[in-house]
Each structure stands twice: as C-alpha cells, then as structure tokens.
C-alpha cells in the first residue's frame, strides 16, 4: 500500500447534520466568526430562529487521510506486537503431563 496521497488539499463540505441547528435541527444558519489556524478552520455558527450557538472545527479532506494513515500504520504494529508476544507464549507454555502430540 501507498503511503502517498494525491488528493487535493480543499475543505470538504459539511453533511447537512452538522450545518444544522443542535438545539432545534433548523437549517437558518449563519457562521458569525470564521478563524484559520495552520491546519483547521473554526467556525462559530449562530441558529437564526432559536439563537443558539456552536463551533465547527473543520480540517481537508488530505489531513484526514493522513490521520487515517498513521492510525493504520500504528494499527499495523500493535497487530504485529501482538502476534510475537503469542508466539513467545505459545513457545514457552509447557504441555501438561500426558499430551503427547
């Protein structure tokens, strides 16, 4: 597996569920403050029928595959830690008495 991406760096755009309202599931949203740090932007979000108020932190589409990546990769190891340590064990468990196989 490639440990490249060639995917375009732009925000993707959120599910319907996130832009909604939390409070009362409203689509009459409006961002008020929109704030880019060096990998994500936050965006405070104002409902305009309950007034209620939240942030979405949102990151590209090429920043999550490489979270996935390091994930994988660290999966990959714990996977193969795993398998040496039973191996160990399976090789210094003594057979009981009288199992001959």
Do not use: Y
Not at 16 to 33: E, G, K, T, W, Y
Request: charged letters at 35%; proline letters at 6%; aromatic letters at 2%.
């Amino acid at each position: 597996m490639s440990d490249t991406l060639d995917v375009p760096a732009e925000p993707a755009r959120l599910p319907n569920h996130i832009r909604n309202c939390p409070a009362c599931r409203s689509v009459r949203v409006r961002v008020f403050d929109s704030r880019q740090t060096e990998s994500t932007v936050r965006r405070r979000r104002l409902c305009k029928v309950c007034g209620h108020r939240w942030a979405t932190f949102e990151v590209t589409r090429e920043q999550v595959l490489e979270a996935m990546l390091r994930v994988q990769a660290k999966a990959r190891e714990l996977a193969d830690a795993i398998q040496a340590i039973s191996v160990d064990l399976l090789v210094e468990l003594p057979r009981p008495e009288g199992d001959e196989r």
